[in-house]
């Protein structure tokens, strides 16, 4: 068989300007992944080590902090390496493995922000059958189902991407191994691979979407009937706090994907592409968690440990 693809290597672009610039976008982008990956520990750690939090709420909340971890991961120490050595090239194997694992995580994802969304639906819409319903097993099988179906999402969409030749210029104009500027620089007929990726993307965004929007549409109706005033407020706030990231992922993911033609406005994408990959994975933890009561307290009960501890160590 003879091997089609010329170029060995890309050149990843990242975010070009002067050494100043450079510098700014490094030490902006390392704090946040930084504190990126320590939050999202954090509530991993404190879900694991808190009895009261082994809920299925919780459960998925942890599942989403593993993931998020990974996710920002995937690109941002490429990135930093970039940046800091001026190194700007990674091979193309390297490329096509980061971009399977982002696409994995990325549709990973939205399957669990669809769960998380059914969680909410039973909790409020069906409290009495809540733990019936929401029994380990059902859990389980619930969070192993939307890691499958999001490690095969990306199957089909490499295997047309490694079908396709590119043969020169190899500079990707994007911080990682994007998808859009990777077809730009193919050599030849490029429309089988766009349509594939634009079935898939519909396919994972309208399907999991399709579970939140229908979840939300029942919980908002079952909170307008409750006759407290504080409980629905209380509601409501978790319910647009949960809300704003969906719209923030979801409506930047769909731009992104859901195109025919997603090579073009390339320099846009790379600017959307930060709201999902970097600035989500930032926000999850604290929308999700640090704002519930049930984190508040068993955040307080850590730290009034640390601070016993302490005290009786200086006494």
């Not at 459960?59 to 930093?80: D, H, K, Q, R």
């Not at 859990?139 to 079908?163: A, D």
């Not at 629905?232 to 409506?251: D, E, I, M, N, P």
């Amino acid at each position: 068989m003879v091997n089609r693809t010329v170029v060995s290597s890309f050149l990843l672009a990242g975010f070009s300007g002067c050494l100043y610039c450079q510098m700014t976008v490094f030490f902006v982008f390392f704090f946040i992944y930084i504190f990126t990956v320590l939050e999202n520990l954090a509530i991993i750690l404190l879900v694991i080590q808190d009895s009261k939090l082994w809920k299925p709420m919780y459960i998925f909340v942890g599942n989403l902090s593993f993931l998020e971890i990974w996710y920002i991961t995937v690109t941002m120490p490429n990135l930093l390496f970039n940046n800091v050595t001026g190194n700007q090239e990674i091979s193309y194997n390297g490329c096509v493995t980061q971009l399977f694992f982002f696409t994995f995580l990325g549709a990973t994802e939205c399957y669990l922000l669809a769960i998380m969304a059914y969680d909410r639906y039973i909790a409020i819409c069906n409290p009495l059958q809540y733990t019936v319903i929401m029994q380990d097993m059902y859990v389980w099988c619930l969070l192993i189902s939307s890691w499958s179906f999001g490690l095969f999402t990306p199957v089909v969409p490499i295997y047309c991407l490694t079908q396709l030749n590119f043969c020169g210029p190899n500079k990707v104009d994007h911080y990682f191994c994007h998808v859009s500027p990777l077809l730009s620089l193919a050599c030849g007929n490029i429309k089988t691979k766009e349509l594939v990726d634009f079935i898939v993307s519909v396919f994972v965004l309208i399907s999991s979407l399709s579970v939140i929007i229908i979840s939300y549409i029942c919980i908002t109706w079952t909170i307008l009937k409750m006759p407290s005033s504080h409980g629905r407020q209380k509601a409501f706030s978790t319910c647009t706090s949960h809300l704003a990231v969906v719209c923030v992922y979801y409506g930047s993911m769909g731009f992104t994907y859901m195109r025919v033609t997603p090579a073009s406005s390339i320099s846009l994408n790379k600017l959307v592409s930060v709201l999902y990959s970097v600035i989500t994975p930032l926000l999850n933890p604290i929308i999700y968690t640090l704002r519930n009561h049930d984190v508040k307290l068993s955040l307080q009960k850590v730290f009034g440990k640390q601070n016993c501890l302490k005290q009786k160590l200086f006494h």
